[in-house]
């Protein structure tokens, strides 16, 4: 596991054809990691009859809706956390 | 940059959310089964499901029902494997 | 059933409600089950095994933790562990967390690119959790679904949203309503509605139950 509890990582902004699990609203955004689940076989190679292996670990990624949305209206302690996948995360700190 | 179909946060959208209750027809719980019965026996994984559903062209996709998207998937994962042959399925229903 | 020539089997003709995805669904199954891919039994045992759960199941979760703070702390940290405690098991995968609702912060899971959610704990979601108007707006403008669903949070609580884009699915804990002190914990469960634990509701008042 790469990235502990509190670091900054930034969600990389690369075109990917095919199946995968990180949303476009986040792609190129930066935001903290609040949880380190487990690792889980990748679906983006599970999806096309793949093993999935080696398995990839996962965190939750917690973000300012400020951040994300240029337009969000709400509280600027609101926030948005999802799920990635370790190789779609780059150190921000 | 471009998204694809199913990826929908933040998508624009004025429509509100429909809240109406729908307990699930017959054939929507069979869907639902038959994707599962299929996992079981290792033909078809979640992944698949989805990586299925994604490709449907946007129109399709936007248009259809939710367990619609399921059979779609279904037949589309399952005629690459050659579990079922093209045209099997409407040949099936008489179509 | 119309007389006409044919040598060839097709499906039961519909009933004119259904929508034509219907009878392609049940020649499907009869399809694979003549090839010998998957069994009527493994079609069945896998529905059975959805709708065996429901909101109530949930709901004993959510009271138990309320009336007793290291079950609370137990459900926080393992989920699963947790409700095979009360004899309810979500099974290995996928994994559920639970996330708890304070004076500071309110929880509303989502999954904008799919539909994941804790089915293993809370059966099937409900066909608004699936639209593509609830995915969309859930994360871009969750406090305008907040008011849509007409849920009205303190003026210092902050809003998290989670997006349930991988393995994990999100069970929210809400907070315990006040004037349920004297309350048993069977009657507390009556109050955790499925709404309450998505995140677009707070549970029900018990000034609401006893009228």
Known sequence: MRFDPGTRVRVADRPHEGHHRTPAYVKGKTGRVERVH???KSPEARAYGGDGLPQQPLYLVGFAQR???????????????LDIYEHWLEDAD | MNRAVHDRGGWPTDAPIDRSEHELADWELLADGLVHALGDHGLMNVDELRRGIESM?????????????????????LGEKGILAPGELDRKLGA | MSDHDHDHDHAPITNGDEPPAAARARALEELLVEKGVISREDVR??????VSRSP??????????????AFKRRLLEDARAAAIELGLDPGPAPVVVAVENTDRVHHMVVCTLCSCYPRGLLGPPPAWYKSLAYRSR???????????FGVELDENVALRVLDSTANIRYLVIPRRPD????????????????DSMIGVAHPVRPAAVTA
Do not use: H, K
Not at chain 2, 69 to 77: D, G, H
């Open chain 1, 67 to 81: 951040d994300v949305w240029p337009e969000y209206r709400g509280r600027p302690g609101d926030r948005i956390s």
């Open chain 3, 179 to 194: 004037g349920t002190e004297a309350m048993s914990e069977e009657e507390i469960a009556t109050l955790v509605t499925r």
């Open chain 3, 138 to 148: 859930a994360v871009s403008d969750p406090r305008g679904v907040l008011e849509e």
């Open chain 3, 45 to 50: 045992r896998n529905v059975d095994l959805l």
């Open chain 1, 38 to 40: 487990a690792a889980f």
């Open chain 2, 57 to 77: 062209p946007r129109a399709e996709y936007e248009r259809a029902g939710y367990y619609e998207r399921w059979l779609f998937s279904i037949e589309t994962i």
């Open chain 3, 56 to 69: 109530a199941d949930g709901a004993r979760l959510i009271a138990r933790a309320w009336v007793d703070p």
